[in-house]
Structures are given as C-alpha cells and as structure tokens.
C-alpha cells in the first residue's frame, strides 16, 4: 500500500466501493474519477458524428457499405471496459449529451453485442468482427459475482464470446495468481469457501494481452500473457493483419496492497506503446488497436484523461505510429474523440454502454483507411421490448443469484430504527450510508486484531 495520502485515499476507495456496490449505493463513476484527472486538454476535431443514436440499427453511417472503400477490408470492433462483475447492475448512462435510465445487465448487452455483430455482418458479408475489453472486468463487484470469486463473471464474458482483453488494477484485487486461476477456469483452493468450491469452473477463452506488466525477476509478462496479439482479415480474396497491445495503468501500485504488485514491474504506457508498434509494424501489422487501462472523457469541443495524454506523448516519440483506436477504461466515463489520427473511445461501467468501431483496412498498405467509433447504451427490456435478453447469459445471472441467497439474505444484525440509511451527505459532510460501511470495517478489523 502507498505511504502518500493519495495512496492511503485509493486504498480507501479500495475497500469502500465493493460493500457499497453489494448494498446497491455506491456510485462508481463519481469515485472513480479522483484516480485520472487530466494531464492535457485537446480540441476535439470532429471527423465523424457525434452519439445521438441510441442503437446501432439506426446508426446512418453503419446502414449501408462506403463505396469509397469498397475494396478494402471491413472490420468492427465491439468494446467494453470496468465490467466489475456488474451481472444485473442497473444505472443511468451519460452518451453524447444524453442521459439514459435504468441501463445495464450482461443479459442485454448481451443481446446488443449480438445485434451490432450481426448488423455489421448484413451490410458487409463480414466475420471480421472482434470483442474486445480493456480492464476491470472482476472487483468492486456485487455479492452475485463478489461471493463466487467473479467466476459468474467469467462464464458471462465465454459466452459473449469476447475474445481479447487486457489487465485493470481490480484483477489485482486477490492477487494476480487467482484471476489467472478464474481466468483459465482452475480449481479453487481447498480452504475456498463452500460457494466458490461448488461453483462450475470453465476458462473465459479470452486471450489476455499486458504488454507494460513484466515480472522483475525476468523481465517477461506473467503467466504466459502476451504483450500483443495478432489476428488476420480477410475480405475480396485478400488479406491484412490487425495488432492488439494491451496497456495496464500505472497507477497500480496505488490500487492496490503491496503484496499483489511487488513482483511486477509497470512499465511506462507510452513507451511500450511505442516500442510494440515500432515491433508490429516490422512484422507486417500496420493496424494497431490499443486496449488500455487508461481513461478518456470528452464533450463537443475537448477531450482529457490520462489516455489523451500517453497519446500525445507515443505521437511524440513515434509520429509515424499506427495506433488507430484506443480503448480506454479506469475512469468510468463517456469518451470518443479523435485524438490526433486516433480515435479514442470509452464506455461507461458495469455494462450500461458499450462501444462499436467500424472500418476499412487498405489492403495494400496494411493501414487502416477509415474508423468512425460511437458508444451505445444498454437499454433495459422496457426501454426496448423489440430487443430481447440473452438467454443464455441471463441463465448464469439467475444461477449465479440463486447460489448466493442464503448468504446475503442472512440477517446478521438489525438497525436501530426503520429510518432509511441514505448515501446522500448531511450537513457536516458525512454520508450516513458511509459511515455504517466503515463502522462495519472497523468493527471486523478491531475483531481480527487490527
């Protein structure tokens, strides 16, 4: 744990945010933001429309094949990012001066994943589709994915078939060997509780690509992880290669205890961004994607967060780069913005948006040749009845639910009057929602010793 007061602050948010988000009070987006104030504001030039459609059907410029690219290769990216085990969350999501109500459940985004995918696939006869996420899948989560070790959450990611992702700081939450372990779908350990030990463990088939966390012993990424990928599209009979680098924040040894970083060393984001690039394109890759632990945020006139930032800096150290998208993440924000010839893009939490990049890959030069990104709620059942729930996913938040009653619906005390505990501050500036949290803490630490 950091010794600065703004270590000691994280590593209170640290412990805060999973009791609020269980009991349903925290607010995410708000805690969240004290972690990535901007480095840099840029003007944001916008080359492409802003988010004023709420799906992707009625998106003008996904509806139809650009004739100008009619010879390239078609590609989309599906994105998401701060997951946080958000299973059945609900919230309201800010999009493009917008403000949704009651967004969230994988069940539907489930569903919206699948639209957008088979949308791309109708207008251009394209698999070239990727679903990607860039950190936080798992921690700060609610009981029904917290009380079964985020394997729910794990089993929801395998069956919206994401395929690529990278390290947030919360996959550090139990140490790095156990989200490997529910990464992989391995056995608990025998003194696991009762819940997890039950629970069926299936690996998440996700690849996951870190390229800024390398153990100090060998300067390697840890368990096997990649610094980057590579995947092949293909369209009219050619083909072209697509990089991912994935960019874990900085930041971590902030977010977390000692004990779940002190093996690794995170290594400067723009730099390796850099150096990856300079190594994808002498392989041939001249279509980089970045999914970073890193936020973004913007409104119609300027973009800021720490992800503009590293951007400007790799532009700095490499301006001839090929980084043409950057999934951001870590602040919980809306974002998507062109920074520079990147574009940027970021979704919310708990699963309440997601993100929809399409494109063209010039297959000659390799490069992308067009991207145009926007960011979707996820509507609830009653703001759209036409799009219907995964079942399949909405089958694991059911079990995942069922499994975990008993625990959380034990009565292990009882408040002094029936008066409503609420978040909102007093005049003194204390939340009363706050204090039970820490009184409980407290409580339990004065128990063990502490």
């Known amino acids: 744990m950091s010794a600065t007061p703004h270590g000691l602050h994280k590593a209170l948010l640290s412990l805060l945010v999973p009791m ?7 607010n995410l987006t708000t805690l969240a933001q004290a972690s990535d104030r901007p480095a840099n504001v840029v003007r ?34 599906l994105g998401i990012n701060d997951l946080h085990g958000g299973l059945d969350t609900s919230g309201k999501a800010y999009i493009g001066g917008k403000i949704y109500e009651n967004t969230g459940n994988v069940s539907r985004l489930a569903a919206y ?3 957008a995918q088979r949308q791309f696939r109708h207008v251009h006869l394209s698999r070239n589709t990727f679903r990607v996420q860039s950190g936080d899948m798992v921690g700060a989560s609610p009981a029904n994915s917290t009380l079964l070790a985020h394997e729910p959450t794990m089993h929801a990611l395998r069956a919206m078939k994401f395929q690529i992702g990278t390290l947030g700081n919360h996959e550090f939450d139990q140490g790095l ?5 529910i990464l992989t779908g391995g056995r608990p350990g025998k003194d696991a509780d009762k819940l997890i030990q ?7 088939k996700m690849q996951e690509v870190v390229a800024n966390v390398v153990r100090k012993d060998n300067g390697k990424q840890p368990y096997g992880y990649r610094p980057y990928t590579i995947r092949t599209v293909r369209a009219h009979g050619r083909s072209a290669k697509v990089g991912f680098i994935g960019i874990e924040t900085t930041e971590l040894p902030t977010l977390t205890y000692e004990r779940n970083y002190k093996d690794y060393k995170v290594l400067d984001e723009a730099k390796t961004i850099a150096k990856y690039d300079r190594i994808l394109n002498a392989k041939g890759v001249k279509a980089v994607v970045v999914l970073a632990h890193r936020g973004v945020q913007n409104n119609k006139t300027s973009a800021w967060g720490n992800g503009v930032d590293i951007l400007q800096r790799v532009n700095k150290l490499d301006p001839h780069n090929n980084v043409g998208l950057f999934v951001g993440a ?15 893009v970021q979704a919310l939490s708990s699963a309440r948006a997601f993100d929809d ?28 009845p036409k799009t219907k729930s995964n079942r399949r996913v909405a089958r694991i938040i059911k079990d995942a639910n069922r499994r ?11 408040a002094a009057s029936t008066e409503a505990i609420k978040q909102a501050s007093t005049a003194n500036g204390e939340s009363p929602v706050g204090e039970l949290v820490v009184d409980g803490q407290l409580f339990e630490a004065q128990k063990n010793g502490l």
């Open 20 to 26: 609020m988000v269980v009991s349903g009070t925290g």
């Open 44 to 77: 944001v030039t916008h080359q492409q429309p802003e988010d004023q459609y709420s799906s992707v059907l009625s998106e003008p410029n996904f509806q139809h094949r650009d004739r100008h690219h009619r010879h390239d290769i078609p590609v989309q990216f």
């Open 113 to 115: 994943l699948d639209q």
């Open 177 to 181: 060997p156990e989200f490997n372990r």
């Open 198 to 204: 039950r629970y069926p463990h299936l690996a998440s």
């Open 330 to 344: 870590h602040t919980h924000m809306y974002g998507n913005a062109l920074v520079g010839k990147t574009h940027v």
């Open 357 to 384: 990049t399409q494109g063209y890959i010039n297959p000659k030069t390799g490069k992308f040749s067009a991207l145009e990104t926007h960011v979707y709620p996820v509507l609830s059942a009653k703001a759209d």
């Open 404 to 414: 975990v009653a008993g625990k959380i619906n034990a009565v292990i005390g009882k």
